[in-house]
């Protein structure tokens, strides 16, 4: 897994232009791949299609997911990683605008790592992104298992 790639699983535009000016004033310019939708989350991951070369779309160290996705939602995106003993340790942060008990339980039932709720301007957005590359991609540690099933999802 590529030691700066994050997947943003985001189908609203905006919020991706958004989370691509945060993640620049993070110092991370460059280390954000987006998928717009479940299917599309899934088949990076798998490395199908246009995801087929590992070089141009490494395999992401962490995940920002939305809960509202269309084809696949984000619940259904983290149960497949779950799944999938070479991810199963991915970092999963579910990044939403939802709020909700419900929401926030099964995405821990799920298996995220964390739950975020999406700001409402974009400072607060540069102050979370910060936040999310000092903990998450600074001082959290993947653990090593990982590390033994990274052939699964190699270039193919």
Not at 2 to 21: P, W
Not at 33 to 43: F, I, N, S
Not at 123 to 143: G, I, N, Y
Request: with cysteine; aromatic share 8%.
């Amino acid at each position: 897994m590529s030691a700066q790639t994050i997947l943003y699983v985001e189908d609203e535009e905006n919020d991706v232009i958004f989370m691509r000016h945060a993640w620049e004033q993070a110092g991370l310019a460059g280390s954000l791949q987006v998928a717009t939708d479940g299917e599309q989350a899934l088949k990076y991951f798998s490395g199908e299609g246009q995801y087929a070369n590992r070089d141009a779309h490494p395999l992401p160290c962490l995940v920002l997911l939305d809960l509202k996705l269309p084809k696949l939602s984000g619940l259904e995106v983290l149960k497949w990683i779950r799944q999938h003993p070479a991810l199963y340790t991915l970092r999963v942060l579910i990044l939403s605008s939802s709020n909700q008990p419900l929401d926030i339980h099964a995405a821990y039932a799920r298996g995220a790592n964390a739950f975020l709720v999406k700001p409402s301007n974009v400072d607060e957005l540069a102050a979370m992104a910060a936040s999310v590359k000092d903990f998450w991609l600074t001082r959290a540690q993947t653990p090593p298992e990982c590390l033994l099933f990274k052939d699964e999802f190699r270039q193919r």
